[in-house]
Every structure is written in C-alpha cells, then in structure tokens.
C-alpha cells in the first residue's frame, strides 16, 4: 500500500497569494504543497486545512441593518434643521406645528429607506458563481464532494463541461480548453498545457492555470487547487469589489453641496431674525418662533421627495426602452456621462464566435449573418477587393466545389453542437467549431443530416502540441479523413489543393499565406481544412496526416460586433461622449473591432496600450494615457479599475459596460455601471447601477437621451420650487424687519411647500425631452446645477413673490380684516405666482408659447388639484381651524389673480431679453 507522506509534521503550505504558481514546474507546485499526486491529502490533513482556510466560499460582508439604513436618511443637513425646528415648536407647545414637521421628516425618510431597500448582492452573487460538485482525489481515491469543502493542495480531476470549482495549477490531462471570457474578457477557447511560464505572464496568457468559475469545454485532465474562497482570482475581484466605493452621481455631489450651502444660509438667517427681533423688543418666544417659520420656509422639504419620485418615473420610461435601473441616481448620472468605457466580448460584439470570411480554391467568400443563428448568406468577393460582388448574386455552394468541400471539412471534422432553445440559437461545446457548423448551415449543409450521411468511423482529437483535429468518415463508399488545425501547423502537411471546379491542383503556398495574413490582420483567428483519401482500410493516426492533405481553404473567424453599435458609437459622438473599448482580448483584435464599430478612424494606425503597458504606468502617465487613448487590451480586472479611476481623476463622469466577472470592479467604480441582462454573469447585475435586457450597447443611447431630458425636468422643477422657499424666508424677515405679524404661520408654509410640490411641481417631471437634446455636448462635470441666468431668475420671482403676498396682507390688514384672512390671502399670492411660474418653467430657455400646451396632460392634472386645495383650506372650517385660515371675498382673488399674471409676464419679459 501506497503511504503518503507525513503532511502533519511539514512547515505549513505555500499560501496561493504569495506564489507564482504559473512560473512553477509540476513537480514544485505539488512540493509546496506537500501533496502526492497520486494519493491526494488524507481526511485528516484536508480537515485541518479546511478549519485553516475556510470553506471554499467567496465571503459576502454583512450589509447594513434596516434601522441604521432608516436612520441614515435623517442625517442630511436640511433635515437635521427640520427635526430642529419640531423640537423647539414641540419645547413652545406648539404641537399641530411640531407633528406636521416631523410628518414631513418621517414621510421623507421613509423614501429614502425604500430606496436603498435592495441591498447590494455583488459579493453573494461571487459565491454562487464558483458554487459546484467536484471529483476530488483523497486518500487514495477519487469521491464527489460539494466544491465548497476543497482546500489548496487538493487534487481534482476534471472532464469536458465542467465548471472549475477553485484555482487549479494543472498537473497533466489532454486536450484541455476552457472559456475564460467571463474572468479574461477572450472569447476563444483557451487550449491548456502543463509548463512553468514566465513570472510575469498576464493572467489571460497563464495556460498552465484554470480559474474558478470558468469553464472546461473539451478535453480531461487534473490540477492542484492553490487557491479557495477569497484567494481565488474570483475572490480577488471580490475583494476589489467591496473596495470600490459607493460613487455620487453628478447631481447628488451638487445637491449635497448646495444642501451644505443652504444650511449656513438658513441657519444665519434665522439667527438674523432671531436678533433683530429681539433687539427691536419683540419676546424670546414669538422670535423663536419667527426664526423656525423662516428656517421652515427656507428649506425645500419637498425637493428630497420630488427628486426621488423624479428619478422613478425616469426609471419606469427607461424599462420600456430595455434599460433597467437598479440605483435610482443612475439615472441622473446617464445624462452627465462624458465617456462610455466598454468592454468587448458581450458588449460591443455578439460574444459568438462567428466566420466571416472563407478562402477557398483561390477565391474568397464573405459570411453575413450575426452570432449563432444559421440565418445568412454566402457572397463571392472581388478579387483583391474588400467588398462582395455588389448586386450579390444569388449564390449557390454546390458551384464551387472547394468551398463546398471547406464547409463539409469544418462540419464533420467537428465535436460541438447547434441547438434552438427558448427562442435562440444555443451551442454545446466549443465556440470555434460552433461557428464552422453556423457558417456550414448558411451555406445549405446540416450537420445533423452529414453526420448521418457520412458517419465518424475514427477521429484524433484536438491536441495542443499537434494542433489538428482529423476524422475518419466514408464517402460514396470510401475512406476520406477531414483536418481542421492551425495553419502553421497544417499547411506543411499539404501537397495540393482543390480548385474551385473540383479538381486538385499544385498547391499555392505564396496565396494561402497571403490570404491567412489579411486575415489575421483584420482581427480574425485563422482555421485551416483539408482532408485525404486513404487508399486501404488502416485506421486513422498521427502519421496519416503528416502528408499528402488535399488543402481546401482557410476559415477567418471572430466574435463580431454588434448590428446596432456602430450607430450607436456614432450617436454618442456626435452627442459629444468618448466611447473607450476595454478589454482582456488580444491587441490586434481590440483595434480591428473598434475600427469596425467606429471607436477609431484609422484602425490600423490606432494607438492600443495593454495590460503590460499599464502596469509600467504610474498615477499621473495613467491619467494622462486614459484620457488620449482608446483602446485597451489583455487589461486584468484592477487595470480597468484604474482606468475608470484615472478618468474620474480628470473630473470625467464616467460609464463602464460589461458582463463579465472581470468587469464588476469597475462596474462599481464607474459613476453608472452598466451590466449585460441575458449574457452577463449575475456578478456583474449586481455591481452594476443599470441593465440592458437585450444586451445592446444601442440601449445605452436611449438610456443617455432620457437621462438628460430626466436632468432637464430636474433643473425646472429646482428653477421652480426654489423661488417659493426664497420668497417666503425673504416674508419673514421683512416682518421682523418691519416689526409687524407675521404674514404667514410656519404650518401654512409647510402646507404651501408640500402640496404645491407634489401637486405643481411632480407634473414637470412628465415634461417630454426638448428637441435637439443628443446633438449637445454633455454638460460639464463641474458646471453647477443652476447658471447664473437661472439664479437670477429665482432671485427675480423670489422677490415677486414677496412683493405680491407681503404687499397684499398689509393691504388687507389696513382694510381692517382679520389676522387669518389676511394670511389667507398671503398664502394664496404665493400658490398663484407658483401656478403661473410652473408654465414658465415648462422650457427654461423658449416663451410659453414656444411649448405645446397639451403635450404634457399632468400639468393641467395638477394644477386643478392643488386649487380644489386651495378652495378647501379656504372655506372648509375643519381646515381653517387646523390652519389659522379664513374665507375671503371676490376682490381679494381679482387682486391674487392680477398679481400673479403680472408676474408671469415679467419673467416672460426676462426671458426674452435674454434670448
């Protein structure tokens, strides 16, 4: 019997992050380990390893409770001063004022906490991600165990299909590949050997290595685990993850400045009241109160609401163009983006492989037609052109022969499968070869219907160092071997080739490679087909293909882009944002991808900066570098974290797009993350702040374009609403000044600011976008939310308001009515001027005439609402009774209403003068 080695007494493991397991033979990876390859670790030695490292299970931190989230939203500034000034109402007994405040404090929380109520899930969804069963070697056998039980020094042995459970250095196996897109951003399969690598070999170019969370797509084999749970490379970017904070959105910095702003506004102004009231000789008690009616009046209570509700309704319009916001200040963010960073593989292309060009029997044929549906066409090209014969003839396969022969090759000499599933196009097993059979069924030939015409009587699989994969089939009763590989390695092996007629001619080795070049120079991975007739009945082997291949053609592959991005690039141009591609594929086909879709002007003179170029980077290069660049590629997840660093560096409001597990660092980072809904991994939805349902980087222009109408209808509801707290703090302080009653109580202006902006001011938010509105430059960063022309004019209407009501309650004080009439009618000033003020902001910049009346119903909606209101709290007893209130005459709503046209007609006049 076998005995393993005594682990119990060796110096502890080598931990996975302080090695470079890559750079390791096969014989030291298992010596740090202290593991026999052909015994495993023993139960005991894996349990003591287990309690040391954990289970292997990508740790989520705990969020915060529902309490301290609830809570949270009372901590902004202008609410600290509302749940201020309900205690000093509450302390002076004035308990119907102090309730109503701390009405509006609660209300306003409550929305808040709904907001946040779906707690990030980045870190959970990591864990799932990597969740699986495995075959294990311990003590001498091989078992099936839940993958979370694993440990590093753990030997697993793996077969086509399936999922990698943990980091492994692989020991041995055969023909291996992987797909690593959703850790690497390369949509090929990765075909797997077993040598030590340089140190420095980037992490998509580590072939001796397999990653968690990716997947085994052909071949078998085992491999050491180095690394569980958080040591991972998943866990890495989980760790990155977490380390990205929460960004404000471009509206949220400025609101939370202006919040900051106001509060000492406010707050001096209070205190200004306060003291000159009393130095005038007015009592403590009635100042106080002064000062909580001006600090009530001052602060916007309804902005927080009416912005969330904003944003929401902004959210409801985006899920109907396929844009689904998860983080509600996304929204407002869209519509500020200066650059889209976009990742590759799933984003800008189909992530499918797909042939789009075949050379065979001296010609070359282009493939239309998008991922994996077998809907497209076959065209024969100009020679040395780069077009299709234009009017494209109706082509017919069975007229070229070579071709014919190409597709045949490409699909028998073939493992994987096509399949229709819940409405699309699916494959099992390798995406190259998957293409081979799209390309086959575009061209008339189902490999379903080949298979059973010709059936496999041998095969040499796909082997790294060989490079080739060859079946045997018969073919009108005789032996015919088909060979797919790569070019290098088939091409010696050929000593003719077919023509397009049919018949074998001296092969043309200086237009083969020539044709290959182009190619590969357009981004397309090269596959090379031939096949040989066997003279006798011997089986297929190594030797039968090393000579005499009858060459057919060559297959020029890629994963291409999508339909739709290249308008889309081009809208975003033309809108003013920098669209960058970054990602973990190869730099030639980064460039001829962003060439295709419109990224770049000159492709083959585009600038591309790699993960290795970066690395050699500091801060202040790579600022500079993200800003003059546009394509990145073989970038690792950190790296792409820092380029959406370095851009927000140079104050860019940055968006990041993507779908793989590489992506969710950045996605997080960036100012709005932008996840792929179908193809994207649950890793990225969750770090991301929006969605695409049909993962179209289309989408994202329709996203950007009502995000800035969004914007729009913000900026008007704030030009609105601030007026009316400006008007009634500018009220209070001229009574003070004036040493007369206040005009209005703290609880009617409470009234006036609530239902006017749910009422008045949430019908803005419905506004349609203004036309023209993608064909401006994104506004700047650092711009204010309001420009002076509109300071001025809150300044302006701030002043007409407190002309009008002050002027009008002093009116009717020296008429000898009432105290509450009085108020009544002050109250009333201030409603009217905001009704007609709220057609005025219907466009900021054009007259009220220039808008269409009726193009936004809820304006009319909410203006017969708030004056059926205004009746009630007028007439109805029970409200003047709650609200100091009084019935007024006929005479007093003539002078309301005259009042509030004449200011309507002098901010029209402003308006034009500034046009």
Same mark, same amino acid.
């Given at each position: ?22 750079? $390791? ?55 600290? %001063? ?12 004035? @308990? ?22 779906? &707690? ?36 697993? @042995?793996?077969? +086509? ?25 390369? &949509? ?55 380390s990205a904070p929460e960004i404000a959105t471009p509206l949220t910095k400025k609101m939370?400045?202006?919040?900051g702003l106001l509060l000492w506004v406010i707050l001096g102004l209070a205190a200004l ?31 927080? +609401? ?12 985006m899920a109907k163009r396929r844009a689904i916001i998860r983080h509600l200040p996304a ?38 037609? =998008? ?10 090209? $100009? ?9 494209? !003839? ?8 070579? $071709? ?32 081979? *059979? ?22 040499? !699989?796909?082997?790294? +160092? ?85 060459? *057919? ?57 790699? /993960? ?28 792409? *974290? ?26 997080? =980072? ?6 792929? /809904? ?11 702040? #929006? ?43 001229? &009574? ?20 006017? &902006? ?19 430059? !994104? ?24 002309? /009008?009501?002050?002027? #009008? ?57 708030? @004056? ?33 046209? %004449? ?13």
């Open positions: 019997m076998h005995n393993p080695p005594m682990t119990t007494q060796a110096s502890p493991p080598a931990e996975a992050g302080n090695t470079a397991w890559h750079a $390791l033979s096969v014989k030291d990876a298992l010596a740090c380990h202290q593991v026999d390859p052909k015994h495993g670790l023993t139960e005991d030695e894996a349990a003591a390893r287990l309690a040391h490292h954990g289970p292997n299970r990508v740790q989520a931190p705990a969020g915060r409770s529902a309490l301290k989230r609830f809570l949270s939203q009372m901590t902004e500034p202008l609410v600290l %001063v509302l749940i201020g000034a309900g205690i000093v109402t509450a302390g002076l007994g004035e @308990w119907i004022d102090s309730s109503v405040i701390f009405g509006v404090v609660i209300v306003n929380a409550m929305i808040g906490y709904l907001q946040e109520g779906k &707690a990030e899930e980045a870190l959970a969804a990591l864990a799932r991600a990597v969740a699986t069963d495995v075959t294990v070697l311990r003590s001498g056998r091989r078992r099936r165990m839940d993958a979370v039980h694993l440990v590093p020094g753990d030997v697993v @042995w793996l077969s +086509a299909g399936d999922k990698i459970p943990a980091d492994l250095r692989l020991l041995s196996g055969k023909q291996m590949r992987t797909i690593e897109a959703a850790l690497t951003g390369e &949509a090929a399969p990765i075909e797997k050997h077993f040598e030590p690598l340089p140190t420095d070999t980037l992490l998509a170019d580590r072939h001796n290595m397999a990653y968690a969370g990716t997947n085994l797509v052909a071949g078998q084999g085992h491999g050491l685990v180095i690394g569980t749970a958080d040591a991972t490379e998943t866990g890495r970017i989980s760790g990155l993850i977490a939370g400045e202006f919040a009241t306060f003291g000159i009231g009393v130095w005038r000789g007015e009592t403590m008690v009635d100042m106080l109160m002064a000062a909580v009616a001006l600090a009530v009046g001052a602060i916007p209570e309804g902005l927080p +609401a009416a912005m969330s509700i904003t944003l929401a309704i902004g959210v409801s319009r929204v407002e963010a869209l519509g500020s983006t200066t650059i889209i960073c976009s990742d590759k593989t799933g984003t800008l292309t189909e992530n499918a492989m797909t042939v789009t060009e075949l050379w065979c029997g001296g010609e070359c044929f282009s493939a239309s037609g =998008q991922a994996y549906k077998p809907e497209g066409e076959l065209q024969r090209r $100009l020679k040395d052109a780069n077009v299709a014969v234009s009017p494209a !003839p109706t082509f017919d396969v069975q007229s070229c022969a070579a $071709l014919r022969e190409t597709l045949l090759a490409g699909a028998l000499c073939n493992d994987a499968a096509l399949h229709h599933e819940n409405r699309q196009w699916q494959i099992t097993g390798d995406p190259t070869e998957a293409a081979l *059979l799209v390309v086959a069924r575009k061209g008339g030939l189902d490999e379903t219907t080949l298979r059973t015409v010709f059936p496999r009587e041998d095969e040499l !699989p796909f082997d790294s +160092a060989r490079q080739t994969m060859a079946t045997l089939h018969r073919v009108e009763g005789l032996p015919l071997v088909y060979v797919k590989g790569a070019i290098e390695k088939l091409l010696p092996s050929c000593h003719s080739m077919l023509a397009a007629d049919g018949n074998e001619v001296p092969l043309d080795m200086p237009g083969i490679e020539a044709a290959a070049a182009q190619m590969a120079t357009s981004g397309l991975r090269v596959l090379a087909l031939a096949r040989k007739p066997l003279p006798d009945e011997r089986g297929l082997n190594e030797t039968t293909i090393n000579s005499d291949l009858v060459f *057919l053609g060559l297959a020029g592959m890629i994963d291409p882009p999508r339909a739709r991005a290249i308008s889309a690039v081009r809208t975003c141009h033309a809108a003013g944002i920098r669209v960058k591609m970054i990602t973990g594929d190869h730099a030639e086909t980064a460039r001829a991808i962003a060439a295709q879709i419109g990224i770049v002007k000159n492709g083959d003179a585009a600038q591309v900066l790699t /993960g290795r170029d970066l690395a050699l980077l500091d801060d202040t290069a790579l600022q500079t570098a993200a800003c003059n660049v546009d394509i990145f590629a073989r970038v690792e997840p950190e790296q792409k *974290l820092r380029l959406v660093r370095a851009l927000q560096a140079r104050h860019e409001v940055v968006a990041m797009t993507g779908d793989g597990v590489n992506d969710a660092p950045a996605l997080k =980072q960036a100012d709005i993350g932008i996840a792929m /809904g179908l193809g994207g991994t649950d890793v990225a939805k969750e770090a991301a702040a #929006m969605v695409l349902t049909d993962d179209n980087f289309a989408t994202i222009e329709a996203a950007v374009e009502e995000g800035r109408g969004i914007y729009d209808n913000l900026v008007k509801f704030i030009t609105w609403t601030l007026p009316t707290n400006f008007g009634e703090g500018l009220v209070i302080l001229a &009574a003070v000044v004036a040493g007369v009653t206040l005009p209005i109580t703290p609880l009617q202006i409470l009234w006036i600011n609530m239902t006017t &902006a749910v009422l008045l001011g949430l019908p803005l938010a419905f506004e349609p976008a203004e036309r023209g509105i993608m064909h401006r430059p !994104p506004r700047p960063p650092r711009a204010p939310v309001l420009d002076a022309v509109l300071v001025e004019r809150i300044v302006l209407v701030g002043i007409l308001m407190l002309a /009008g009501s002050f002027g #009008m309650f002093l009116l009717a004080l020296d008429r000898g009515q009432a105290m509450p009439e009085a108020r009544t009618i002050a109250m009333n000033v201030f409603v009217a001027i905001e009704t007609v003020y709220l057609f005025n902001c219907r466009s900021l910049r054009l007259p009220i005439t220039a808008v269409a009346a009726f193009s936004n119903n809820w304006v009319w909606v909410g203006v017969g609402l708030q @004056w059926l209101l205004q009746m009630a709290i007028t007439y109805w007893t029970p409200l003047n009774t709650a609200f100091g209130t009084s019935p007024i005459d006929a005479r007093a709503w003539g002078e309301i209403i005259a009042i509030a046209l %004449v200011a309507m007609l002098i901010i029209e006049l402003e308006k034009r003068w500034r046009a």
